[in-house]
């Protein structure tokens, strides 16, 4: 069955320190790959996804991620983190094995706090 | 207005209470989404709309029922509903359903903040 998990249900980082949030996946083929960011109150923001190509994608607000199709894992990274980063970030994947070109898996997220 | 954005940002309501939610889109995409995200529960599909066609309902209880007038509006109709539906629904969209290229990047309202009493 196809499936995303994020092991991390919260983290808690210092302004300026760098932060990797992990995402693993189980999936059938070649997947699609998607990390969203929600700030409170607010919808989800696309901050980037992985198609095809170049295994590592560079979003918004400086964030990065990595294909590891080896380990089944889609990590974001940002070098360094703002105050404003604290949010729920959620990874995602699809499509769907079970038919819709475009039904995504969500994770259940993972909280960022930010500590100045 | 641009994006997708929903209408009310809450509701409370009664279990015995109907109410209507309401989304709608500018950018012009051909498929819209409602999802259900509850505390400490990744966020679960419950309806898709393509061309104003339904082509999703992941086994979503009847007291909920969506209803797509035209591409830039969807809206979910809420009735005897129960303390358990209490919930943020957001509404997402994007360019179309199914390509058969690629998966296309769906966007997502601020949601409606649901509390059933």
């Known amino acids: 069955a196809q499936s995303v998990t994020q092991p991390d249900i919260h983290i808690t980082v210092s302004e300026g320190a760098s932060l990797e949030l992990r995402c693993n996946y189980s999936?059938?083929?070649?997947?699609?790959l998607f990390w969203y960011v929600q700030s409170p109150g607010q919808g989800l923001q696309l901050l980037l996804k992985?198609?095809?190509?170049?295994?590592l994608v560079q979003g918004i607000k400086g964030f990065e991620a990595e294909f590891k199709r080896s380990q089944s894992s889609f990590n974001l990274r940002k070098p360094s983190v703002h105050w404003s980063d604290a949010a729920e970030y959620f990874c995602?994947?699809?499509?769907?094995?079970?038919?819709?070109?475009?039904?995504?898996?969500f994770g259940a997220g993972t909280r960022l706090a930010v500590h100045p | 207005e641009t994006g997708v954005t929903q209408t009310p940002r809450h509701l409370v309501m009664g279990m015995t209470n109907k109410k209507s939610l309401k989304c709608e889109q500018h950018?012009?995409?051909?498929?819209m989404y409602w999802y259900k995200q509850s505390a400490k529960k990744p966020l679960e599909l419950m309806f898709v709309?393509?061309?104003?066609?339904r082509v999703e309902n992941n086994s979503v209880p009847s007291r909920f029922s969506p209803e797509c007038p035209n591409s830039s509006h969807l809206f979910l109709h809420l009735h005897t509903l129960q303390p358990e539906d209490s919930a943020l629904y957001l509404c997402?969209?994007?360019?179309?359903w199914g390509s058969g290229v690629s998966t296309d990047t769906q966007y997502f309202g601020p949601g409606t903040r649901l509390t059933v009493l």
């Open positions: 997402a969209s994007s360019q179309d």
């Open positions: 999936y059938g083929a070649t997947p699609y």
């Open positions: 992985y198609f095809s190509g170049d295994t």
């Open positions: 995602a994947v699809g499509p769907s094995l079970s038919g819709g070109y475009n039904k995504l898996i």
């Open positions: 950018l012009g995409h051909n498929a």
């Open positions: 709309y393509s061309l104003e066609e």
